[in-house]
């Protein structure tokens, strides 16, 4: 299985290069591109750089380009839910933007039931399994993520709760996601919090993403070892 990892910033990405093997790099629309192997599974890393557009790009390029049969975004979030604490960590089970009206999806292309993206069931499965088994520094929760091109800090907060309920906001998560139900690809969002409504701020993201970036990292390499490890099982019971 080829696995496309896809990070916002090079932060988010660094921590996954000490994980790589058979490494090489080659480049596409000014993006650095890291093939590899992360256990038996071929890898293509990247980070995409800040907002929507840039994320999709990757995301296209990354399945057209390198044929990749899944995407995980990987990388941090700010905290919505008030349970969350810095360093907790948010699997995705559905992704929403919060700035695009819901008519946008639904009734012109892609043609969506509903606004929000789901999450691949057999990698949230995986990813589920691998949450009862290892322990992070934080918490892990499963559940609603949202994109906008804010970074949000007090302003709009209420507003996105009020509509979305989300667990965590990002900048890039929904257009990933977007660009994978286009194409019919499996997704899932993995980011661990650096700032909280009641942390807020750029200062608080500056201070925590590095923390932040190498837990998510653990918990994706730790999927997708899982992915390999239910395949090889696969394999022997034929």
Known sequence: MKIGIICASENELDPFLDDFQEHSVVEKAKLKIHIGKI????????????CKVNAAIA???VIDDFNVDAIINAGVAGGMDSRLGILDTVVSTEVAYHD?????????HPWMKSVFFAA???????????AERIQTKG???FGRMVTGEAFISDDGRQEIMDAFNPLSVDMETGSI?????????????????????DHSGSEFFEMNCKEASRIAKDFTVEVIRSVQL???ANESDC
């Open 177 to 197: 996601a977007h660009v994978c139900y286009a194409n019919s690809i499996p997704f899932l969002a993995i980011r661990s919090i650096t700032d909280t409504a």
């Open 230 to 232: 239910k395949e090889s």
């Open 100 to 108: 695009v009206a819901s008519e946008i999806l639904t009734e012109y």
């Open 39 to 50: 256990g038996e599974h071929d890898v293509v890393l990247l980070y995409c750089g800040v």
């Open 120 to 130: 691949d069931e057999n990698l949230l499965k995986i990813a589920k399994n691998v």
């Open 59 to 61: 995301a296209q390029i």
């Open 139 to 141: 918490k892990i929760y």
